[in-house]
Structure formats: C-alpha cells, structure tokens
C-alpha cells in the first residue's frame, strides 16, 4: 500500500496522541472530517495501522532506566541467544543489524542496578562475545506507542 502526504502526516499526528478527535485531526491536516475518517478505516484495513494504545508516564510505574545494547555474538550462536534473550521480561526490542554489533537490543529496567545486572547476564550467555551499552538520558522524538 503506497501512503501519500495525508497519509504519513495523519499517522504522525495518531503517533503523538492515538485518542486525537477525528474533527480535530481533520483541522490539524486541513481536510474534512469524513475524509479523515475514511483515511483512518482505510490504513487499518491494509495494515497500515494495526491498533491503538496506551503509552504509560513514569508515575505509572514504567521503568526509569532505559539502555541499547550493541551485543556482538560468535558465529552460529544467535538462535540460542536470541531464545535466551527472549525471555527477559525487560527485553522491549531486539534486531539484527549490519555493522559493528549482530545484535541492538532495547532494555528497560527499574533501576540502574536492575540494568547492571541485566547487563552482567546478557554478557554471561554463551555465545556472547561483548556488549557496549548506551544508557538514554532523555527522549527528544518519541513516535512509538509502546
């Protein structure tokens, strides 16, 4: 499905705040309504926009320390790795990559603690060669809803 101006900018505005009015995204994008609307039943028909969630604040208790993990791996280990990484609950995403690491993953923890232990164990796995870890000190863009 191709994805015009209106499209990608009535997307961007859903990412800011999925519970934006149909009539107030309409005056935000300049169209009417209904049109809105019809956008809006279209992207979700085609997959475009696969649902609507609530993005918990820090007094909700979210966790205060997030961390990406560059993690670079022996070769033929990343299936058992990645079953093993799989199963930390404070794992939020992970993706191969090209380039330095094999791995970027996304941790959230409650604590630095929590993060230096998550960090401890992930470097213990068999099959993990190193880590180099980057701790977020504040989020400047934030289009995910999760």
Do not use: C
């Amino acid at each position: 499905m191709a994805l015009d101006t209106v499209d990608r900018d009535l997307i961007t505005l859903l990412q800011v705040n999925a519970r934006e009015s149909t009539a107030n995204l309409a005056r935000k994008l300049g169209i009417a309504r209904t049109t809105v609307v019809a956008r809006l039943a279209r992207l979700e028909r085609d997959g475009a926009v696969v649902g609507y969630t609530a993005r918990l604040g820090s007094s909700a208790g979210v966790p205060a320390v997030q961390a990406h993990v560059g993690i670079t791996l022996q070769p033929k280990s990343g299936r058992d790795v990645v079953r093993r990484l799989q199963k930390l609950p404070e794992l939020q995403w992970l993706s191969s990559v090209s380039g330095e690491f094999d791995y970027i993953a996304i941790l959230k923890a409650e604590t630095t603690a929590r993060l230096d232990q998550l960090l401890d164990e992930i470097g213990e796995l068999d099959g993990v060669i190193k880590t180099h870890t980057s701790v977020v000190l504040a989020v400047r863009v934030d289009r995910n809803a999760g």
